[in-house]
């Protein structure tokens, strides 16, 4: 699966204030059997979206219609717990662009980078912010643009800035994963190591 372009999004988001959030509630074990990225998004949340008699839960919130889009904002500490990549993959897999935390496990960030899905880490009277926002009005919009590294509250232009790897970045914003960027600097290594003969 080839990594989107990511410049600057405009969308509503999905609010998930819950803390501590591991990578087995954000993808269980027993869903890891595939080895390529896609088809993890039906099972984001598995537990959480349906009970045990795989029904959807009515008050969870990717289950509740008024929410949407492609931004997921979640409590402190997100994906803590083992390092499986395919917590990444099911984020993005679902159609989350963004994921907004105050506080990100560092594997999952790393892996999110990785994977096309952009960390934004901001803080935690910030994100009380977005979630009050969200509150108030389910379809407000909030603004992420990477190329300035600033997430705005589109209503009331509240903003905040937020840091990126410069290598991550750039790899974002061309949409390449690490191989398509040697591929991408090619010339420049093929000169290196002509210089070095």
């Not at 600057?8 to 059997?33: G, Y």
């Not at 990225?37 to 029904?55: A, C, Q, V």
């Not at 999952?108 to 009005?137: Q, Y």
């Not at 994963?177 to 991408?184: A, C, M, V, W």
Request: hydrophobic share 40%.
């Amino acid at each position: 699966m080839a990594i989107e372009k990511f410049t600057k999004i405009t969308s509503s988001a999905v609010p998930l204030p819950i803390e501590n959030v591991d990578t087995d509630q954000i993808i269980p074990a027993r869903f890891l059997k595939a080895t390529t990225r896609e088809g993890f998004g039906e099972n984001l949340f598995r537990d959480w979206r349906y009970d045990s008699n795989n029904k959807p839960v009515e008050d969870f919130v990717l289950n509740d219609p008024k929410y949407s889009g492609k931004i997921l904002v979640a409590g402190k500490n997100f994906g803590s717990g083992s390092s499986r990549e395919h917590a990444a993959w099911a984020v993005h897999d679902y159609g989350f662009k963004v994921v907004v935390s105050s506080f990100f496990a560092d594997i999952f960030r790393g892996n999110s980078l990785n994977n096309g899905l952009l960390p934004v880490l901001v803080t935690e009277d910030f994100l009380d912010e977005i979630f009050a926002e969200i509150d108030k009005d389910p379809k407000a919009q909030f603004e992420v643009d990477l190329e300035s590294q600033t997430f705005k509250i589109v209503s009331s232009g509240s903003t905040a800035s937020f840091e990126i790897n410069s290598y991550k970045k750039e790899c974002l914003l061309n949409g390449f994963d690490d191989i398509d960027y040697l591929l991408n600097i090619k010339d420049k290594i093929t000169a290196f190591e002509a210089s070095r003969a």
